[in-house]
């Protein structure tokens, strides 16, 4: 039996290859000889470097950057043949890194992520794929771009640097920025879709989740939209309104505006580039995952990507997840034979969450599903006469 596990990390509780090495172990209790190939994934969010890292060609790139609140710190990047760089954006700019009391959009910057582009650069790449899930800021990308040599201005011609300062930017000035930027190519994992501003926007959506207030929300969308105009004025684009501007507080927007990004859910990025389909060849069985499915789950994320491309090659394909909402149906829609909670007792939120009860909650119902699939497909006395 040839089985392909494919499922996301379930987030701040265990990684994709935490959960597949455990998976992989409650199976071969059952199929001692299963071929099982593990095959980390993501969205573009959280788990990015983890399922690149599993190409061949990838090398690992620690790179000194400063957090969201510019702290220096070491942050990691990849690598690849075809003189690719990978960067998660949340590994410099990210949520995790700063503590709960910390966390203020006012004040956290991108420029870390900016640190690490320009540190790849150096290295003579020239082709990026930014993964922009997991950030802690609300900065519209300008930490990212002051990091490359862009400058912002104020009324009084004073240079603009602070995240809180955005709604005081008049003028953009290029003239500073690594000559090499012309020649990059950027290609965006995102795994939103939301505009930059307004009610779906990055501030209403997201920002209360790093740090804001309520009464915060329209003081920093109002930020991004004169930010928006003033972006517009100096590069004759408009990109506010495009699906995925709003993705990191605003960096899309910046990679589009700024840096001819283009953009892509982050899933199908992914699935191209570890060669997904060429994995699931003569497999008998997918296996995948989220930490939550429920309808997002069916729009860009891991489950839509990998429920396609098993509905197409006619494959059956599990899901595990911590919390299945009651969108079942759509999630069968999209390919996926069967969802299992992997919850098998009342828990709190924080047992729940605990990565022993995650790991061995999910080994113990891969041991009992493939136990299942071994007596159904086992021959009959008939068969064997």
């Known amino acids: 039996m040839k089985i392909v596990i494919a499922i996301d990390s379930f987030k701040g509780c265990a990684s994709s290859k935490e959960l597949s090495s455990a998976i992989k172990k409650g199976i071969i209790k059952i199929y001692e000889k299963a071929e099982i190939i593990i095959c980390p994934i993501a969205d573009g969010g959280e788990g990015t470097l983890e399922a690149f890292g599993f190409i061949k060609s990838a090398r690992l790139i620690s790179a000194k950057c400063t957090n969201p609140l510019g702290i220096k710190i070491t942050a990691n990047y990849l690598l690849l043949d075809n003189k690719t760089a990978v960067i998660e954006m949340a590994s410099a700019s990210g949520l995790d890194l700063i503590s709960k009391e910390n966390q203020d959009p006012f004040l956290t910057t991108s420029f870390g992520t900016g640190e690490l582009i320009k540190d790849a650069i150096n290295k003579g790449y020239k082709k990026f794929i930014i993964a922009l ?45 690594l000559k090499e930027l012309n020649e990059c190519e950027f290609l965006l994992a995102c795994d939103v879709n939301n505009p930059l501003t307004g009610a779906n926007g990055a501030s209403y959506i997201y920002a209360l989740q790093k740090g804001a207030k309520k009464s915060d929300l329209k003081i920093l969308d109002e930020s991004l939209k004169h930010f928006a105009y003033v972006a517009q004025k100096n590069t004759l684009k408009k990109y506010d309104e495009i699906p995925g501007a709003g993705s990191a507080g605003g960096l899309g927007f910046a990679f589009l505006c700024f840096l001819n990004a283009k953009i892509k859910p982050g899933i199908e990025i992914i699935l191209k580039e570890v060669d997904f389909e060429h994995k699931i060849l003569n497999a008998d069985v997918v296996i995948t995952g989220e930490g939550k499915i429920d309808e997002q789950s069916c729009m860009g ?27 079942d149906e759509k999630v069968h829609a999209k390919g996926i034979t069967s969802v299992f909670s992997i919850l098998n007792e009342p828990l709190s939120l924080q047992e729940a969450m605990n990565k022993e009860n995650t790991l061995n909650n999910i080994e113990k119902i891969s041991e009992q599903i493939f136990r299942l699939i071994y007596e159904l497909n086992k021959p009959t006395k008939s068969e064997n006469k």
């Open 133 to 177: 899930g997991g950030s802690a800021t609300n900065d519209a990308g300008i930490g990212m771009l002051l990091a490359l040599g862009y400058k912002f201005y104020d009324a009084l011609n004073k240079e603009v640097r602070l995240t809180k300062d955005i709604s005081k930017i008049i003028s953009v000035d290029s003239s500073f920025c």
């Open 301 to 327: 994320k891991v489950i839509d990507g990998i429920g396609k491309i098993c509905k197409m090659k006619g494959l059956s394909c599990i899901a595990f997840t911590g919390n299945s909402s009651n969108s």
